[in-house]
């Protein structure tokens, strides 16, 4: 008897949690339903992958899509729709919104935003505060949440937790991994005085390493006596790497394909304010030490950070220029052109995309190929040589740091629970995202 399916991708490299080879993978009500050499099968749409790689859905775990508030620069919309271009399938957005996501009608709010009006699937992080401790338990086990997150050194919007008796409060409260931006406030206070009027490049000097290392360590050890796992986001040091090396039973940690990539003096005297992000991009012994961190598996995941400014914005002279790049939609043409430079493997860039944030988050049904599971994927030619662009960028901020960078390796479709979203550069599917499900939110 013929099985018929919605869908089969025909013939693509399928990449996975048992290798990489030639396969067929079916889709049925939005799901994945048949893994393997499906020529005897029927379905309405066929999708030759022929030569393409088919990898789980990319998820992105760090995107600031500025909603409410802020859409001057960025709306869910918009950030979604980037997202997509790029390959990328599921995205957990920022609660430095105005207002703050703090609240559960802000939540409920930013949900109501979403569903059916973003393109990726997506979850939200709730913001931690002094304010609203009490209701943190609640509150990181709504339906659609990330987790609770933390910034315990300032940045874009004012959201901040410094002190430690604070933290603990939100320590002891939590169930879930909680995320954090990891810069001690009070060291970033004491030096801002070397900021230098009108040259980013004294960015990594006020916010040194030792702002960073300290603000980790203090993590951790609250971590520990409160028993709580913890997630690092933007791991910015070589030094922090080698520390968390010791301490993977509580803290995970991301890194960024701009701290990756971006190298500081060079790239501050040639992009200025446009690499200016927080924490910093460093020089070139700390991304080497990111990479150590990668290769030797201390990275559990990449996030973009992406944090889109108006080119108007970015302009002021510094230190008035906001921190934050666009990100999102060059994750994957950037991480791939360093696959194929050899800088790690397209299975370590999986594990990093899909399967870590399904490890680290609990994520139902997302993260692998696997019958059962969301039929998300993130086509990719390996051969396709590119030059990003500005115009190529959808997000509203429309400029990306990459301007002009030849890659080799290129995103051609994103495939959203069964559906093709974006293929060959268009957009080709109304936008029908819906909440990322996790294990610890589940509603029966």
Not at 158 to 171: A, G, H, M, Q, Y
Request: glycine residues 10%.
């Amino acid at each position: 008897m013929t099985q018929t399916f919605d869908v089969i991708l025909k013939s693509g490299t399928v990449v996975n949690q048992d290798g990489e080879g030639v396969r067929d993978v079916a889709i049925k009500d939005g799901r994945i339903a048949a893994i393997g050499s499906l020529g005897n099968a029927s379905a309405a749409e066929i999708i030759d992958c022929k030569g393409l790689h088919v990898l789980p859905g990319v998820m992105d775990t760090q995107v600031h899509f500025r909603e409410p508030g802020l859409t001057h620069k960025e709306d869910l919309e918009s950030g979604s729709r980037s997202a997509v271009m790029g390959g990328v399938t599921a995205v957990f957005e920022m609660p430095n919104t105005d207002p703050l996501t703090i609240t559960e009608a802000a939540f409920t709010d930013k949900v109501k935003r979403g569903h059916h009006r973003m393109h990726c699937d997506f979850a939200f992080f709730i913001g931690g505060t002094r304010e609203n401790v009490k209701d943190l338990p609640e509150l990181e086990r709504a339906p659609g949440c990330a987790g609770v997150k933390v910034f315990i050194g300032s940045s874009t919007g004012s959201l901040l937790v410094e002190d430690d008796d604070s933290l603990r409060k939100i320590f002891q409260v939590i169930r879930r991994r909680a995320a954090f931006h990891s810069e001690d406030e009070y060291r970033l206070n004491d030096r801002k005085n070397l900021r230098v009027e009108g040259d980013p490049r004294s960015h990594p000097v006020w916010r040194d390493e030792a702002a960073a290392m300290i603000a980790t360590q203090r993590l951790v050890k609250l971590a520990r006596e409160t028993g709580k796992r913890i997630h690092i986001l933007h791991i910015s040091t070589k030094e922090e790497i080698l520390y968390l090396r010791e301490h993977k039973d509580v803290v995970s940690c991301e890194a960024t394909p701009h701290h990756l990539t971006l190298v500081g003096p060079d790239d501050y005297a040639r992009l200025g304010s446009k690499v200016q992000m927080n924490p910093p991009v460093r020089d070139a012994s700390h991304r080497d030490g990111i990479w150590y961190g990668i290769e030797q598996g201390i990275v559990d995941v990449l996030g973009s950070d992406h944090a889109p400014h108006t080119l108007e914005e970015k302009a002021k002279v510094y230190p008035a220029s906001p921190s934050g790049m666009t990100g999102v939609q060059t994750l994957v043409p950037i991480m791939l052109d360093h696959v194929n430079a050899g800088k790690l493997s397209l299975a370590r860039f999986v594990d990093l995309t899909s399967a870590g944030p399904q490890r680290l988050f609990n994520i139902a049904c997302k993260g692998r190929i696997a019958a059962g599971y969301d039929a998300d994927f993130t086509v990719v030619d390996m051969k396709r040589e590119e030059t990003i662009t500005d115009k190529w960028v959808a997000s509203r901020a429309g400029w990306t740091p990459y301007h002009g960078k030849k890659v080799k390796g290129w995103p051609v479709g994103t495939i959203v629970r069964g559906k093709r979203v974006m293929w060959q550069g268009d957009l080709v599917t109304p936008s029908s995202g819906e909440m990322v499900r996790f294990q610890e939110t589940l509603k029966f």
